[in-house]
């Protein structure tokens, strides 16, 4: 596992630092760049992104012949943790959650036809997405087989889609969905995936639910189906294809929140060490105190372990396999770094890490979410049991070279 990179991908890497440093750090203290939900305005955000683009750093996970710069994913595991040095960094690259994950399973799932449609837009940035899947009790959340919303097939090879789904994000500006829906009560075929417009009939957002914040662009939603009508042509794989394409999906998706997390770690990490440099008391300064400097150092180590497993999973994909256990593994120890790193950095700024002077009480807010996001630490936990269950001691072997996991 060589994790050295390219000269090529080191350039990117060092642009791609700079631009957030010289363009999207400043506007963190400028109350007029946010939004009303805790993200960046739409205006400072439209600025931003033109300017990524006229500097070809735009939409890099996705193949030059969908918009994108091919990179990989060891690439983007090198690029999107620069990105989120900043808390608005990822969405002015066209690399935040959820158009990042519906962008990368639409290039690889979809037909032409589907990708001209629904991916070409999003990759543009002219339009946003959401992911359409989980529901209330008793319906599916981390369980997709508890599946209750349906879609009934019509004569005319349509379908019919009715139930209700929650926090969906991103949901309130998205204008492309991909939703997931119960075809039949097979257990590995009874789900299908569907794309639709958010213009078409037979649906509607319920509410935007108030959550602890911030917010992504479009919020969580809860939605209601009582009869969308999809078209057959709409249907990404075939039916019964659901799960394969939510597998596709989420375990790339998990890993890219990993990396953003991992730059959102360091950010904290930079803001600790830099006021402990200069914060005096009792006569001595805090970066000089032995307990502080065994808090720094500790982080440190936790996210070097988390880069180091979010690379391992990357260089799996990129190998052509699964990475299942990789990515379980990197989730885990990824959201609760971030959390660990936010939550010291604060105690280590006192009362002005506990304020709004810095972003720290933003970022330690979003970390909380990141431990129950695309899976809560218990289902990956219990994931990685199965895995263990199933491989004995084979559970921890190195890849082979040439070979696929």
């Known amino acids: 596992m060589d994790f050295s990179i390219s000269p090529a991908l080191e350039d990117l890497r060092r642009r791609i630092a700079a631009f957030v440093s010289d363009e999207i750090i400043p506007l963190e203290s400028d109350p007029a760049a946010y939004d009303a939900h805790e993200n ?32 990989g994913r060891m690439g983007m595991a090198v690029c999107y943790t620069e990105m989120n040095r900043s808390i608005f960094g990822p969405v ?86 991909i939703i997931i829906a119960r075809t039949s009560d097979d257990a590995r075929k009874g789900l299908t995936a569907f794309a639709f417009h958010r213009d078409a009939p037979g649906w509607r957002i319920v509410r935007r639910i108030p959550i602890m914040g911030p917010e992504e662009h479009g919020g969580h939603c809860e939605l209601e189906f009582d009869g969308l009508t999809i078209p057959p042509e709409d249907v990404l794989m075939k039916e019964g294809d659901g799960l394969k394409v939510t597998q596709i999906r989420l375990g790339p998706a998990r890993l890219t929140h990993c990396m953003r997390w991992l730059g959102l770690a360091m950010r904290s990490v930079s803001i600790a060490r830099d006021y402990a440099a200069v914060r005096e008391g009792f006569g001595i300064r805090l970066a000089d105190r032995e307990s502080v400097q065994i808090m720094l150092g500790r982080i440190a180590m936790e996210i070097e372990i988390g880069r ?42 006192g009362a002005r890490g506990y304020s709004k002077d810095t972003v720290l009480e933003w970022i330690y807010r979003y970390a909380r979410q990141a431990r129950i996001v695309d899976g809560a630490d218990a289902v990956h936990e219990m994931v990685l049991n199965r895995l263990l269950d199933k491989e004995g001691d084979d559970f921890w072997n190195w890849p082979v070279a040439g070979g696929a996991a």
Not at 317 to 332: N, P, Q, T, V
């Open 92 to 177: 002015v690259f066209n690399s935040a959650a959820p158009d990042d994950g519906n962008m990368m399973v639409l290039e690889q799932v979809g037909t032409a036809d589907q990708k001209a449609r629904w991916l070409a837009p999003i990759a543009r940035g002219e339009v946003r997405s959401a992911f359409v899947m989980t529901e209330p009790h008793p319906g599916g959340g981390s369980d997709p087989s508890m599946m209750l919303t349906r879609a009934e097939k019509q004569p005319d090879g349509s379908y019919r889609i009715y139930g209700r789904k929650w926090f969906i994000t991103g949901a309130e500006e998205a204008a492309h969905f």
């Open 308 to 349: 180091l497993l979010v690379m391992k999973a990357a260089f799996e994909l990129d190998r052509g396999g699964f990475a299942r256990k990789e990515i379980s593994m990197a989730k885990i120890k990824a959201a609760n770094t971030l959390h660990l790193a936010a939550d010291t950095a604060i105690q280590i700024n």
């Open 40 to 71: 960046i305005a739409a205006a400072p955000l439209e600025r931003l992104r033109a300017k990524a683009k006229a500097e070809g750093l735009w939409c890099l996970q996705l193949k030059p012949e969908n918009g994108g710069l091919g990179v």
